[in-house]
C-alpha cells in the first residue's frame, strides 16, 4: 500500500497532524475509532468523504510508523 498517495502532512491544515489528503480527517481520529472497536463500515459511515483505500492507507501509515518507532527488541515475549 502507497499510503503518500492518500496521507498528508501540512502544517497549515490540522496543526501538521497526518489527514487523509482532501479532508480534514486525522489518522488519529480514525485510528481512535477502530481503537475503540469500530469497524470499517462503521468508520466510513462516520467519515463518508473516506473510501477503503482511504482505511487501508491509515494502518499501512500507523504499521510504518510504529515499525520505525517503537524498539521491538525490548518488549517482552507473548506467551
Known amino acids: 500500500m502507497d499510503f503518500q498517495r492518500v496521507i498528508v502532512r501540512d502544517s497549515r491544515i490540522c496543526g501538521?497532524?497526518?489527514v487523509i489528503?482532501?479532508?480534514?480527517?486525522t489518522l488519529r481520529t480514525v485510528l481512535a475509532s477502530l481503537a475503540e472497536g469500530a469497524t470499517?463500515?462503521?468508520v466510513l459511515a462516520d467519515f463518508p468523504t473516506l473510501t477503503p483505500e482511504d482505511l487501508r492507507a491509515v494502518i499501512a501509515y500507523a504499521a510504518a510508523s510504529a515499525e520505525e518507532d517503537l524498539p521491538t527488541a525490548a518488549m517482552p515475549r507473548a506467551s
Open 16 to 18: 501538521g497532524e497526518p
Open 21 to 25: 489528503k482532501g479532508t480534514r480527517v
Open 40 to 42: 470499517a463500515e462503521e
